[in-house]
């Protein structure tokens, strides 16, 4: 890793860093696990739940598209499986999601978006958390109707870089098609169809509806109305993990 000479590094940053730390050092760990269907809000609402923890967020989705968009042999195995709105293999994403959450960044702990989706994926999960002497703390449950999903989908734009997201209708960008903050175009993603979304419902329904059952027999599971406004999800992510 490359040097930085502190000097260098602007007065506003440092201290805007220095008071992160300072916020951070008070926070508890969390382990955090987000389920829910495509569109139910896990990308919306993780941004804001890892500010406010420090936590990692860990999309295995995010990391499998940027694997394809770089045409690694890891993006090569996911991309058809992906166009098609089916899962990829448990051992690749197995194997992202152990390697990324020995990031320095993971230390308070992690937010898994997208991860586990199968019970194969969870029970691999825990056999690596046993390893650390580590568990998950929470379930978060983004509980909603299909029928509301194909608006929140087909009007999805994403800037690619930051992840940040934003909807024609629920939550516009200023000038459309680009990203408030840097200016740069947003991308709609290639599984964003009404068509290919019935296929992402069907695996969610048939491979990832039993991991909610996996985690509900440990006692770990909150379930959030996921169809109600962005701002009041968030208030009942709040709610949960202050318990
Ligand atoms: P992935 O990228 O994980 O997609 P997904 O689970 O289908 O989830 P989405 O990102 O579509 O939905 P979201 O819940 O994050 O919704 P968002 O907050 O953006 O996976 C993609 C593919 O990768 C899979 O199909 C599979 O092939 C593969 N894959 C990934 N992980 C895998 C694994 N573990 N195993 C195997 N394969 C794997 O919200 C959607 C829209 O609605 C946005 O525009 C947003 O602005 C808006 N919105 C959000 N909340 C609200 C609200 N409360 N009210 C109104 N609008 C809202």
Known sequence: MANTNLEDVPS????????????CSSKPDKRLILVGPPGSGKGT???????????????????LRAAVAAKTPLGTKAKEAMDKGELVSDDLVVGIIDEAMKKPSCQKGFILDGFPRTVVQAQKLDEMLEKQGAKIDKVLNFAIDDAILEERITGRWIHPSSGRTYHTKFAPSKVPGVDDVTGEPLIQRKDDT????KSRLDAFHRQTEPVIDYYSKKGIVANLHAEKPP?????????VLSQ
């Open 12 to 23: 506003e940053n440092l201290m805007t860093e220095l008071l992160r730390r300072f916020k």
């Open 45 to 63: 609402q993780s941004p804001i739940i890892k500010d406010e923890y420090c936590l990692c967020h860990l999309a295995t989705g995010d990391m």
């Open 194 to 197: 009404a068509a290919v979304l």
């Open 231 to 239: 701002k009041e999800v968030t208030s009942q992510v709040e709610k």
